[in-house]
């Protein structure tokens, strides 16, 4: 549309029919190809029939598939509107943008680039496991992953990536915390930054799988501070023009960058939505020559809203039996749910029910208290209780496994006893099987976060699936596990029907008009992107 407006010819080439299926008259002309080399270069030269130049491309809407064309469409004579080719390299090629970081001393993970499995595994043995490695240029978290042994990485490496000296790899020491999702839009002198998301699971959860909050609640003023500030760095360093999403972790020992893409991320509609500023639009009009200030934006971050927005990831393995539910740093979610309210304890109920991630409430006739399944990792044992209060809170009746149950009654809470998976029910002192349990239609819930070993993990796999063929909630993120159960809360519980039409909440920016930039009062014509 602001292609349009703006007096181009819109030409879109999308390879599934569905992701336009309600908006398919919003491009002048919508070409249904596969997004590679050939067939958007056959377009191209279609469209570009009669015309002095080849026709320019936009790459940054369409997730990394179209950024991965860059080079090749760039080779072949096409001309890229918005961040240029090497703007994208430079972010995306992982061996230039860590030493680019480096340059800039900005701080990141310890790790470094391996050109060959050896180099790999030499290098993880150095920072030490679990480590995750990143391919570059790489699609919603595809063939990123933990690994946690020798033997883990050697079979990652051989599964879902080819390293050679063309294509390193890199292999980060994994750091827990806080993850921020920031999106900004640049003019490659200014950079705008709608606002910072705080993700509620600790760092490693793909941040389309993640439950995502604006502002943030529990990042210091300080941190969001030197995130902004890095945040600006990075973008004028690399050059880029128009839309740029990275990632950071916020521990005490400081505030980490992660990675840096210069396009358009899948929580650009959120924040667009809750915010009011037209992010794409904005990023097309720099695309065709304007500027923030020509537009009437500022640079910096914005002020922060007088209410909370939260985005909670739908997913579809409900009802897929034999996916694994687990969330990790690959994307599985299929949608996502906004949840507005001043309070944010009811703003992420709103969220997370929309998205059908809080367990059934417990019925007043109920003759036997449903059941909560728990099996938690070590490492989550700390925030067992507050999970645990918040569900008998809610009338569960709580069930575990030996070593989630001792940390249960350490805090003084009772829980039934279930056998760990493989070892046999004790039917005479009514300790039943796991799995047995889940099949019994006592549970309506199951919180699983598996061990961070490569055997648990894969070992607890076939609790989640039970449980998705139960029909079954599941969850593997603890603090996941804690905002469902909270959302329980009677009191959070009677709030929810506290309804606002998104105008109310996020009323018109009063912005100056598109029109008044450099394109106004300019004979564009017809030209086609």
Avoid at 15 to 26: G, L, M, R, W
Avoid at 204 to 222: A, C, K, N, R, Y
Avoid at 235 to 252: D, M
Avoid at 490 to 519: H, M, N, Q
Wanted: hydrophobic share 45%; with cysteine.
């Amino acid at each position: 549309d602001t292609l349009r407006q703006a007096g181009w010819s819109a030409v879109m080439i999308n390879s599934n029919p569905e992701t336009v299926s309600t908006d398919f008259d919003a491009s002048t002309r919508l070409y249904f190809e596969p997004l590679d080399l050939e067939s958007v270069q056959s377009v191209v030269d279609a469209e570009t029939t009669g015309a002095s130049e080849a026709l320019p491309a936009l790459v940054a809407y369409g997730g990394q598939t179209p950024l991965n064309l860059a080079a090749p469409l760039a080779a072949a004579g096409v001309p890229l509107l918005g961040s240029d080719l090497e703007a994208i390299d430079q972010a995306e090629e992982l061996t230039r943008f860590s030493a680019l970081l480096d340059r800039l001393g900005i701080p990141q993970p310890e790790g470094g680039m391996a050109h060959s499995v050896e180099e790999a595994l030499t290098l993880a043995e150095r920072i030490g496991y679990p480590v995750i490695v990143r391919p570059s240029f790489v699609i919603g978290g595809l063939a990123i992953d933990f690994c946690y042994s020798p033997d883990d990485l050697t079979r990652q490496l051989a599964a879902a990536t080819v390293v050679d000296p063309d294509r390193p790899v890199r292999i980060d020491r994994y750091l827990e915390g806080i993850e921020v999702d920031v999106d900004a839009v640049s003019d490659g002198r200014h950079v705008l930054i709608p606002g910072l998301i705080e993700h509620v699971e600790r760092a490693g959860v793909h941040s389309g799988d993640s439950v995502g909050l604006f502002p943030p609640q529990t990042v210091s003023e300080g941190d969001q501070g030197l995130i902004v500030a890095t945040m600006e760095r990075i973008v004028l360093a690399l050059g880029a023009r128009g839309l740029v999403n990275a990632q950071f972790i916020v521990r005490e020992d400081g505030v980490y960058l992660i990675e840096v893409n210069p396009r358009a991320s899948r929580t650009v509609p959120f924040l667009s939505k809750v915010t009011g500023v037209p992010m794409v639009e904005l990023a097309v009009r720099i695309a065709l020559g304007s500027t923030l200030d020509e537009l009437g934006w500022p640079g910096g971050l914005l002020p922060p809203p007088p209410f909370v927005a939260v985005k909670a990831p739908a997913f579809s393995t409900a009802k897929l039996r034999g996916v694994d539910p687990s969330v990790g740093p690959f994307m599985q979610s299929t949608g996502e749910v906004i949840g507005l309210h001043r309070d944010p304890r009811v703003a992420l109920a709103k969220a997370l029910r929309g998205a059908a991630l809080v367990p059934p409430r417990a019925g007043v006739g109920d003759a036997v208290p449903p059941v909560a399944l728990l099996s938690i990792a070590d490492r989550d044992k700390a925030e067992l209780p507050r999970l645990a209060t918040a569900l008998m809170t809610a009338g569960y009746r709580l069930a575990a496994t030996p070593g989630t149950r001792a940390g249960l009654a350490r805090a003084g809470l009772a829980a039934d006893l279930v056998t760990k998976l493989g070892e046999p029910a004790d039917p005479d002192a009514g300790v039943p099987g796991i799995l047995d349990l889940i099949r019994s239609g006592a549970v309506r819930l199951v919180v699983n976060t598996p061990t961070p070993r490569s055997g648990a993990v894969r070992d607890a796999a076939e609790i989640r699936h039970v449980a998705i063929e139960e029909g079954i909630l599941c969850l593997t993120a603890l603090e996941t596990a804690i905002a469902a159960a909270e959302a329980l809360d009677p009191e959070i519980a009677e709030r929810l029907a506290e309804v606002r039409s998104l105008k109310d909440w996020v009323p018109s920016s009063g912005r100056a008009p598109y029109g008044t930039g450099s394109l106004a009062g300019q004979d564009v014509g017809m030209n086609r992107a």
